[in-house]
Nanobody, 124 residues
């Protein structure tokens, strides 16, 4: 699976951005899809995941502000980010894998495929 993320940019605090991730491969619908982010000098951290059955799991820091969705017919996954905060500033990566368990989902090592990352900067 090859992943291509897009949609990052510069936005003021309180604003919104929508990230997209386009995937190649016939087995897209079978994968758990997720988004991680990595701020400068920090570890890559889990943001959200969506299973093939549209179960969703969010990090506490983004609950109520971010919404993940997927379109298996178009091989895409999207991340709608609202009420953005300066602490959301990071490079955002989409990922694909079989990370179904609660511990696997949040561990970057348990994901198999990664996109190239798209930067998000939120100014105060």
């Amino acid at each position: 699976v090859q992943l291509q993320a897009s949609g990052g940019g510069l936005v003021q605090a309180g604003g919104s951005l929508r990230l997209s991730c386009a995937a190649s491969g016939r087995t897209f619908s079978s994968y758990v899809m997720g988004w991680f982010r990595q701020a400068p000098g920090k570890e890559r951290e889990f943001v959200v995941a969506i299973t093939r059955n549209i179960g969703t799991y969010y990090a506490d820091a983004v609950k109520g502000r971010f919404t993940i969705s997927r379109d298996n017919a178009k091989n895409t996954v999207s991340l709608q980010m609202n009420s953005l905060k300066p602490e959301d500033t990071a490079v955002y990566y989409c990922a694909a894998g079989d990370a179904y368990s609660s511990t696997a989902r949040v561990d970057p090592q348990r994901w198999d495929y990664w996109g190239q990352g798209t930067p998000v900067t939120v100014s105060s």
